[in-house]
């Protein structure tokens, strides 16, 4: 019979152990029969001189003693002469082969080879004791640090392959991933994929997440899941478009470029204003405070920098009709554009030269953080009022960045973070992303108002609530009772005596293929609807005691207390009619 994948790991164990003993524990069981044989067949003598025959277990227990170099004495009785002198003939071979044994089992678990078996059965082990649903995530630099502490926050598992060794190590020292099933390896090895959840076997495995800093070994990774389980949802990043184009053509579901993205957001914030601050304000970090609504002009930009990231900007300024001049360093970018200035643009010639004191707002995109640091100071010095964005390449940099007084840094890896954990997490948030995006302004205007009126200046957490199982409790009891559950009941919090709105707002209903953007509060509810809220953690707290609780909404839609248990409200249904 083949054996399973998550078997495979505990027979390598005793398979290597097997072979690499195979001769010590011969050897040792050789010299050790051979010494317990010779002491039966020598005759000895008790305390008065008659002669008496050693016994197998006294045997067995002496040359084990005496083996070891523990020594504890002669038994049963004292030795004869012969006795002794067999004992001092079969002492060294003895010590010996304990020895050789020892020091094999010793170099065993310092082998390179037994330690990488052992870290696989450990890994299969705990990948299979995780109870409820995870991802699989390749790479686990700062990206999957943000990624993975997302997923935690909202109680989803996952399940790591890096191949640094030292990332691996300080995860063992971190109380928040040390429970965390990880393994140093390839993140391509399909084994190990297999292992990590890729199995059909494993069923609580719900996605995988490819987020190395190679496009290749990204891509790599989603043919191989797209391959192994067409079923589970991939997510990968991807800096270029050749990459991104290779993604989405056998049907990665989530295909992340950070500088698109970016890009796409700042043709946003050009053109329209109030949907990026809501965007902005559904993508941040729960509790933050919010962003004051971002105007960049309209008037002359200088792009320092066309290469990834700058192309992408590049290409939005053209779609936004803006004007532009272009700083590089490799003259044939340079060419292409009439009117570029060849440089860095972290001097003040250069800059100059590209008419800094006649431009609006610059934009620092070079893959160089120190040289895109150097051209937001350089910029600000000679024109202060400018517009800044700028890009920054390693997380290491952050209060730099934030001490540059750019109003926009395109940070790489918190935006892929951001793009993964919506879609992991939260995965209607980009469908009303998506949604808002071809609105019109006024729409923007309209969420705009209603998150302000409950967020307090903060950022929302968003949730999604699935009416179906045990929180579909109150709303089976509402059918019971012929009572409609609407929106607003799911609104107000039905533990307070008087009637208390909660601090959350319904960006999106979803019914089977219909889907309602921002719901009306007096929309019915069924069972089976999906709901997207943005909000304070108490408002979802609240909501799932609603929903959990068969009388809770039923009392909120009819005014009247109902009571809890079912006895009484048996007793309640029967003096009603």
Request: glycine share 8%; aromatic share 8%.
């Amino acid at each position: 019979m083949p054996l399973r994948i998550n078997e495979r790991p505990v027979n390598d164990v005793v398979w290597l152990t097997m072979r690499r003993m195979r001769t010590p524990l011969i050897l040792m069981i050789l010299v050790y029969s051979f010494s317990v044989f010779g002491m039966l067949m020598i005759p000895g003598q008790d305390e008065v001189g008659n002669a008496v025959q050693i016994g197998f277990l006294d045997a067995l227990y002496f040359v084990a003693i005496m083996a070891t170099t523990i020594g504890f004495g002669e038994v049963p009785y004292t030795f004869t002469d012969a006795q002794r002198m067999y004992a001092f003939i079969i002492l060294f071979p003895n010590v010996i082969a304990w020895l050789y044994s020892i020091g094999t089992i010793i170099s065993l678990f310092v082998d390179p080879q037994f330690r990488a078996v052992i870290a696989l059965n450990r890994f299969s082990r705990r990948v299979r004791r995780i109870h409820g649903d995870y991802y699989i995530v390749c790479g686990f630099g700062y990206t999957g640090r943000m990624i993975v502490t997302g997923l935690l926050k909202r109680g989803i598992g996952a399940a790591i392959i890096e191949r640094d060794e030292k990332i691996i190590q300080s995860m063992a020292l971190s109380d928040d991933f040390a429970h965390l099933p990880a393994i140093v390896g390839s993140v391509t090895d399909q084994n190990l994929l297999d292992m990590a959840g890729l199995n059909k076997s494993i069923k609580n495995c719900i996605g995988v997440i490819a987020i190395t800093n190679k496009d290749h070994v990204n891509l790599t990774i989603a043919i191989t899941s797209k391959l192994l389980r067409p079923d589970l949802p991939v997510m990968a990043r991807a800096e270029t478009r050749r990459v991104v184009h290779n993604m989405e053509s056998f049907g990665t579901d989530q295909t992340v470029d950070p500088y698109t993205i970016f890009a796409q957001r700042f043709y946003l914030a050009l053109k329209s204003p109030a949907k990026y601050l809501v965007q902005d304000w559904l993508i941040s970090v729960p509790g933050t405070r919010l962003r004051d609504e971002l105007k960049p002009p309209d008037g002359r930009w200088i792009l320092a920098g066309v290469g990834r990231f700058g192309s992408r900007m590049a290409a939005t300024l053209d779609r936004a009709g803006i004007a532009y001049t272009v700083i590089d360093v490799h003259p044939d970018r340079v060419s292409e554009r009439p009117g570029s200035v060849l440089g860095r643009g972290t001097e003040a010639g250069t800059l100059m030269e590209a008419g800094i004191m006649d431009a609006e707002g610059i934009i620092a995109g070079t893959g160089d953080d120190v040289d895109n640091l150097s051209i937001v100071m350089t910029a600000l010095e000679l024109k202060p009022d400018l517009f800044v964005i700028a890009r920054q390449e390693s997380p290491r940099h952050d209060d730099l960045f934030d001490a540059s007084r750019a109003h926009l840094v395109a940070r790489r890896s918190q935006i892929v973070a951001r793009r993964i954990l919506a879609v992991a997490t939260t995965p209607l948030l980009p469908v009303f992303n998506d949604h808002m995006v071809h609105q019109e302004e006024s729409f923007a205007r309209s969420v705009e108002k209603q998150l302000e009126d409950v967020l307090d200046g903060f950022s929302p957490g968003l949730w999604t609530v699935d009416i179906t199982g045990s929180c579909a409790e109150s709303l089976r009891a509402a059918r019971r009772e012929g009572v409609k559950i609407r929106l607003e009941h799911l609104l107000v919090n039905a533990r307070s005596p008087t009637p208390e709105r909660l601090a959350c707002v319904c960006l999106l209903l979803e019914r089977d293929s219909m889907r309602l953007f921002m719901p009306e509060h007096d929309q019915a509810l069924v069972k089976g609807d999906k709901l997207l809220f943005a909000g304070r953690g108490t408002a979802r707290r609240e909501q799932l005691f609603s929903l959990t609780e068969p009388t809770a909404l039923v009392s909120l839609a009819t005014g009247r207390p109902q009571p809890r248990g079912a006895i009484m409200r048996g007793l309640a249904r029967k003096r009603a009619r």
